[in-house]
Each structure stands twice: as C-alpha cells, then as structure tokens.
C-alpha cells in the first residue's frame, strides 16, 4: 500500500525560528510532493510542490526533496503566529494514476 | 494559484433527503476533481476521482449509489448525498487538477453539511 507518514506533531516553536517538517513515502514510483497548510475548520491550500531531487525555495518557505531516502522535508523561516496550522504532505501516486496520497499532517503552533 | 468554488459553503438538511454540492474550477480547465471527506480531527480521506465525460472512480469502501458525481464539463463536477443521514455529516471537498502529473490539485473552500 501506497503510504506517506508525517511526523504527527504536535510542533511548537517560538516565532522567528525555524519550523521544520518532515514526511517519508513508501512508493518509489512518486514523482511529485506537495504541502499544504490546512486551517482548522478550512479547506487545504497549496504552499509548495516539489518533483526534482534538492531544495526548492519559495519566500520563508523551502521544501526539500530526496528521492533516494524517500524523504521530502519544509523549513519555514521566521515562524509567524499565522503559520499555525495543520501540514499536509501528500505525494502524487506513480503507475500514471493521478491521486495524491495525503499524510495524516502534523500540527504546528508558533508561539508570539 | 487557480481558484475552485464550491456551493454552499454549508447545508443542513433532514434525513432521508439528498443534496447535491457543486465544484467549479473558475480560471482552468480540470480534466479531474476529486471529492474528499473529512471528519473532525481527522485526515482528508479520498472519496471518488472524478473525469469529464466518464464515470467517477469510487475508493474502497465509499457507496457509489449514495454518493453520486457527475462530471459534466471540464468546470463542473458535482456531489449528491442521496438518502443523508446523520452519519453523513462532515467536511466535504472537492479538489480540481488539470492533468500534468507534475502540477498540484488546487482546494475548493468546502462544504460543511449537517444531517438533522
């Protein structure tokens, strides 16, 4: 079965550090990840996806990706109180199918 | 990013009644949506993928005869609740996707239906 495991949190850090999440998957046929950030009581909403092997920078945000580890990471930079929320990874499966598989998220407070 | 609506936003209704809930991608063409529920607490789970013009595929478990989807153009997909009962009540949403394995599935607001 087609599996992606985040860390289930909760994640506390104080605002300006840095938050760092992590996820692994076991389908090796995965060819692109993506993270959401998830509100309580709101639906997803995209902050990076990410397919090539390495770092991918978008603002305070940074996913990583290791295709060889099996292992997708996001740093977010100077943690802001409005950065608390729950962390989706997901993972398009591979074998031409289009679902993403989701992990269960992890939660993440940051403290003013 | 695009933008998915989806209406009503929340509906409470009595059981043993149906409601349909509608999907629109406003800015892109989606060669899939899919609809996903989710209780409180819990995970997204995947109910049906859904194509333009073809049937939806409904994941294990979900009742293909309670849950109908109809994909009736690349910008529209919607979701009836047949015969609701109050174990129905949850988070639904629906996520629109445009069919390059390489770009992301973009989140309607949801629909929070409420089964009296």
């Known amino acids: 079965q087609k599996e992606v495991e985040q860390n289930s949190g909760p994640l506390s850090v104080p605002e300006g550090a840095i938050a760092s999440l992590n996820c692994t998957y076991s389908d090796r046929g995965s060819q692109s990840f993506f993270w959401y950030r998830q509100y309580s009581g709101k639906s997803p909403e995209l902050i990076m996806f990410i397919y090539s092997n390495g770092d991918k920078e978008d603002g305070r945000f940074t996913a990583q990706l290791n295709k060889a580890s099996q292992y997708v990471s996001l740093l977010i930079r100077d943690s802001q109180p409005s950065d608390s929320a729950t962390y989706l990874c997901?993972?398009?499966?591979?074998?031409?199918?289009?679902?993403?598989?989701f992990g269960k998220g992890t939660k993440l407070t940051v403290n003013p | 990013g695009a933008v998915v609506s989806q209406h009503p936003s929340w509906v409470i209704c009595k059981s043993g009644t149906s409601v349909k809930i509608e999907c629109r991608s406003l800015d892109f063409q989606a060669t899939t949506m899919f609809w996903y529920r989710q209780f409180p607490k819990q995970s997204l789970m995947l109910m049906a993928t859904?194509?333009?013009?073809?049937?939806?595929?409904?994941e294990q478990g979900v009742e293909k005869d309670k849950f109908l989807i109809n994909h009736a153009s690349l910008t529209l997909s919607t979701l009836t609740v047949t015969s609701a009962h109050p174990e129905d009540s949850s988070f639904y949403i629906c996520s629109a996707f445009w069919g390059n394995p390489g770009t992301a599935e973009y989140f309607g607001p949801g629909t929070r239906l409420t089964v009296t």
């Open positions: 859904s194509n333009e013009g073809s049937k939806a595929t409904y």
């Open positions: 997901a993972g398009r499966v591979g074998g031409g199918s289009e679902k993403l598989v």
